[in-house]
């Protein structure tokens, strides 16, 4: 057996190793495009989340962004980049669907409150889960008020369309 080729199995490549930081920091640039709450769903470390927070408040000069991101991609190397990666799919693909379930609940609403009963009768046939006695009464509650008051039953009307549509 020859030492060199012992070695050389037990660690990996220069280029190797700076392939794997710049995935990290590709990784860590990804991430700065995330809210906080949204960084928090994260498996991150408290220091890396911090130093994301920090890129975004940093200015587009005279290279502070760059080392702020090779900071945030040497923090990354103590975090599982599979489990990162992960991570960040499942929430940036259920912010997508709550934002298209809020779309399409404020659309709905809309539709009752201009349509009526008729569209409530449309609806209930599309979603059988809805609750009929509800939404009429929320319609009923809306015709009645005044514009102050229009607004908060708008606002239940969609929140309530917005959490059982997506059963």
């Known amino acids: 057996m020859n030492p060199e080729e012992n070695s050389a199995d037990h660690r990996p490549s220069k280029t190797q190793r700076k392939k794997d930081a710049l995935a990290l920091q590709i990784l860590g640039e ?4 995330f809210t906080a709450h949204q960084l928090r769903k994260l498996p991150l470390t408290e220091i890396a989340i911090t130093a994301i927070e920090q890129y975004n408040l940093l200015p587009r000069k005279h290279g502070a962004r760059k080392r702020q991101l090779q900071l945030i991609g040497r923090l990354m190397r103590s975090c599982d980049y599979e489990a990162v990666s992960l991570a960040m799919e499942l929430v940036s693909r259920n912010d ?3 934002s298209t379930d809020l779309q399409n609940a404020w659309e ?3 539709k009752i409150l201009t349509d009526g ?3 409530i009768n449309t609806i209930i046939n599309e979603h059988e889960h809805l609750d009929r006695q509800k939404l009429r009464q929320l ?8 514009r102050a008051e229009q607004q908060k039953i708008r606002s239940k009307l969609i929140n309530y369309l ?3 549509l997506s059963e």
């Open 30 to 33: 990804k991430l700065t495009c």
């Open 96 to 98: 997508i669907h709550q």
């Open 108 to 110: 709905l609403s809309e």
């Open 117 to 119: 009963n008729v569209e």
């Open 139 to 146: 319609y009923r509650e809306y015709c009645k008020g005044g």
């Open 162 to 164: 917005a959490s059982n």
